[in-house]
Nanobody
Framework: QVQLVESGGGLVQAGGSLRLSCLAS????????MGWFRQAPGKEREFVSL????????AGADSVKGRFTISRDNAKNTVYLQMNSLKPDDTAVYYC?????????????????WGQGTQVTVSS
């Protein structure tokens, strides 16, 4: 069984930065694709960023390119999302997710396990 626990969310002013972390339990983390998603009130959950099991491949939504950076430390079973130049539109609950197939996929349905989410609020 895999458990994912996010941390690092909070309230920040526009233009500020936050670093989200996601700690995974279980042995599948090291060979799984990891993704970050977000869900704003009244909206569907959307893809933010992903990283392959080796860390060699990353992808991000157009809305966050150049501002958000995903990384992972397999020795620590942790994936990170560094968020810079935050905007009010980035306000959402952020979820990390694990895709045990090693495929590079952006769809929420591709991910087997999800964390409970961490709130990010960006004030204008």
């Amino acid at each position: 069984q895999v458990q994912l626990v996010e941390s690092g969310g909070g309230l920040v002013q526009a233009g500020g930065s936050l670093r989200l972390s996601c700690l995974a339990s279980g042995r599948t983390f090291s060979w799984s694709t990891m993704g970050w998603f977000r869900q704003a009130p009244g909206k569907e959950r959307e893809f933010v960023s992903l990283i392959s099991w080796t860390g060699g491949t990353t992808a991000g939504a157009d809305s966050v390119k150049g501002r958000f950076t995903i990384s992972r430390d397999n020795a620590k079973n942790t994936v990170y999302l560094q968020m810079n130049s935050l905007k009010p539109d980035d306000t959402a609950v952020y979820y990390c997710a694990l895709d045990s197939t090693r495929l590079i996929r952006r769809s929420t349905s591709a991910y087997d396990y999800w964390g409970q989410g961490t709130q990010v609020t960006v004030s204008s």
